[in-house]
């Protein structure tokens, strides 16, 4: 996930007008007190549209007040669409803040808006605006927890391999165990279908138990029996395949960062010295191994 600062480095170049450069400066850093001003309005703009929509969504709440919700939303949506325009003026790369993770997600912030006048109850997609509360790791310098995200996120993309392929063999035993259900118990025991026969059995073995279909007859509440314990087994294989992996990549990531001094590894990613002789590492290069 990219930064805002990465996807505007450049900004202040030669051609820029004073006042578009101090409209970034506002909008997109954190480095002055009007721009930290700016950030903390932000975040209590969002965070109240935001709760307008869950109290709208409360029906005791919305009797009577439908109008002023319905203020309130395209009072955000507005003030929200001239702040995603500001944005795109002033930045200079357009194009790639507009398919950056916040640029998409500015996007879908204020479109269900607009969207509704075409489409009834599409206003509550506005609850995406969640997301834009993102923002409070660049504002608060939490840097090293956007850090922690992505190694996370690392690690789900080199387990994704395994996990499809084990997600494939649950969804041929569900196909296989709920068309043996349908068999047996039929449609006179709730089994009317074989996709409802897959629905139970997914229910089952993933432990849930919603009890809306069970089964009647001996040989079903065996069956039944043999998926349930099956599915105890199975839980923690995702999870095992998940956490190899996450220790891979920190591992992985802590040989990146090389001493320059006794040329030892083994790093944390926010050490700032070398826990063999404790020099500096705060501007020492990443030792890849190649």
Same mark, same amino acid.
């Given at each position: 996930m990219a930064t805002e600062r990465t996807l505007t480095d450049g900004h202040n170049e030669a051609g820029d007008s004073e006042a578009k450069r101090k409209l970034f400066r506002v909008i997109f850093l954190s480095d002055t007190k009007l721009a930290r001003a700016f950030?903390?309005?932000?975040?209590?703009?969002?965070?109240?549209?935001?709760?307008?929509?869950?109290?709208?969504?409360?029906?005791?709440?919305?009797?009577?007040?439908r109008n002023v919700f319905r203020s309130l939303e395209w009072f955000f949506t507005i003030l929200f669409s001239i702040e995603y325009l500001?944005?795109?003026?002033?930045?200079?790369?357009?194009?790639?803040?507009?398919?950056?993770?916040?640029?998409?997600?500015?996007?879908?912030?204020?479109?269900?808006?607009?969207?509704?006048?075409?489409?009834?109850? %599409? $206003?509550?997609l506005l609850i995406i605006r969640v997301l834009r509360l993102? /923002?409070?790791?660049?504002?608060? *310098?939490? =840097?090293?927890?956007?850090?922690?995200?992505?190694?996370?996120?690392?690690a789900l993309s080199?387990?994704?391999?395994?996990?499809?392929?084990?997600?494939?063999?649950?969804?041929?035993?569900v196909t296989v165990f709920g068309s043996m259900m349908y068999l047996i118990e039929g449609p006179e025991n709730g089994f009317t279908s074989i996709p409802r026969g897959i629905y139970w059995a997914i229910v089952t073995l993933t432990t849930v138990g919603y009890g809306d279909i069970?089964?009647?007859?001996?040989?079903?509440?065996?069956?039944?029996?043999?998926?349930?314990?099956?599915?105890?087994?199975?839980?923690?294989?995702? %999870? $095992?395949?998940?956490?190899?992996?996450?220790?891979?990549?920190?591992? /992985?990531?802590?040989?990146?960062? *090389?001493? =320059?001094?006794?040329?030892?590894?083994?790093?944390?990613?926010?050490?700032?010295?070398?826990?063999?002789?404790a020099s500096n590492l705060t501007h020492q290069e990443l030792f890849t191994g190649d």
């Open positions: 950030d903390i309005v932000l975040m209590v703009m969002i965070a109240l549209s935001v709760a307008v929509i869950m109290l709208e969504s409360v029906g005791e709440i919305r009797f009577g007040h500001l944005r795109l003026w002033c930045v200079r790369k357009r194009w790639t803040y507009a398919r950056s993770f916040y640029g998409v997600v500015d996007l879908l912030a204020i479109v269900p808006g607009y969207l509704s006048l075409m489409v009834t109850d %599409t $206003g509550y993102l /923002r409070l790791f660049r504002i608060l *310098k939490l =840097a090293r927890y956007v850090g922690a995200a992505d190694t996370l996120v690392e080199h387990s994704r391999r395994k996990i499809l392929v084990f997600l494939f063999a649950i969804l041929t035993l069970t089964p009647h007859t001996t040989l079903g509440q065996m069956v039944s029996a043999m998926v349930m314990v099956l599915g105890y087994g199975i839980i923690a294989v995702p %999870t $095992g395949i998940y956490a190899a992996e996450l220790r891979d990549v920190i591992v /992985r990531r802590r040989d990146l960062i *090389k001493c =320059a001094e006794c040329g030892r590894t083994g790093h944390d990613d926010d050490a700032k010295f070398c826990k063999f002789c």
